[in-house]
T-cell receptor
Framework: GQNIDQPTEMTATEGAIVQINCTYQ??????LFWYQQHAGEAPTFLSY??LDGLEEKGRFSSFLSRSKGYSYLLLKELQMKDSASYLC??????????WGAGTKLIIKP | DVKVTQSSRYLVKRTGEKVFLECVQD?????MFWYRQDPGLGLRLIYF???????EKGDIPEGYSVSREKKERFSLILESASTNQTSMYLC?????????????????FGPGTRLTVL
């Protein structure tokens, strides 16, 4: 079956760096998304990777290795407002979008 | 500011009731989606639509139907609500991709409707 694995919960300190991992087993690959979802709010798009490597967007970066079925989201200079769930989603070869259960990130002062 | 709005943030209904969840987007997007979000699970696609009056089943369409009479509006209908349909319902929209594939373009989500069926 198709599967996306993310840690359920992570804790980090304000000002630090955190890496949220996502591993996937899907039938083919056509891209990987990261979304941020604050409690009680809508998910918002963060990044889309379709080629291997690191893409940087301000304090957030996303990395993809297609051969390893692996991605990570790197958050630098953590702020309290970064406390949220981070959702990983993969588009497979049939263009079906498969979602991970999300990683709840808790930032402590 | 682009926006997807949903008719209610919280809804409480009784078993057997017919429930309507409304979603409106102001971005002139072709594609619209309905998901449900449950603790410990990834988003699950119920139905999607790529054009007015067009609809396609997602992964879990049983017990649901949809309507898209206007481009900006996509409605989810629970014909006879059951307790296992208690969930957070998220609507999303997206524009067309150059290839036509719906799932390689970022989706814009509404704030969700938390439905409780008693």
């Amino acid at each position: 079956g198709q599967n996306i694995d993310q840690p359920t919960e992570m804790t980090a300190t304000e000002g630090a760096i955190v890496q949220i991992n996502c591993t996937y087993q899907t039938s083919g690959f056509n891209g990987l998304f990261w979304y941020q979802q604050h409690a009680g709010e809508a998910p918002t798009f963060l990044s889309y990777n379709v080629l291997d490597g690191l893409e940087e967007k301000g304090r957030f970066s996303s990395f993809l290795s297609r051969s390893k079925g692996y991605s990570y989201l790197l958050l630098k200079e953590l702020q309290m407002k970064d406390s949220a769930s981070y959702l990983c989603a993969v588009t497979d070869s049939n263009y079906q979008l498969i979602w991970g259960a999300g990683t709840k990130l808790i930032i402590k002062p | 500011d682009v926006k997807v709005t949903q008719s209610s943030r919280y809804l409480v209904k009784r078993t057997g009731e017919k429930v309507f969840l409304e979603c409106v987007q102001d971005m002139d997007h072709e594609n619209m989606f309905w998901y449900r979000q449950d603790p410990g699970l990834g988003l699950r696609l119920i139905y999607f639509s790529y054009d007015v009056k067009m609809k396609e089943k997602g992964d879990i369409p049983e017990g649901y139907s949809v309507s898209r009479e206007k481009k900006e509006r996509f409605s989810l209908i629970l014909e006879s609500a059951s307790t296992n349909q208690t969930s957070m319902y998220l609507c999303a929209s997206s524009s067309l991709s150059s290839s036509g594939a719906l799932t390689i373009i970022p989706q814009f989500f509404g704030p969700g409707t938390r439905l409780t069926v008693l």
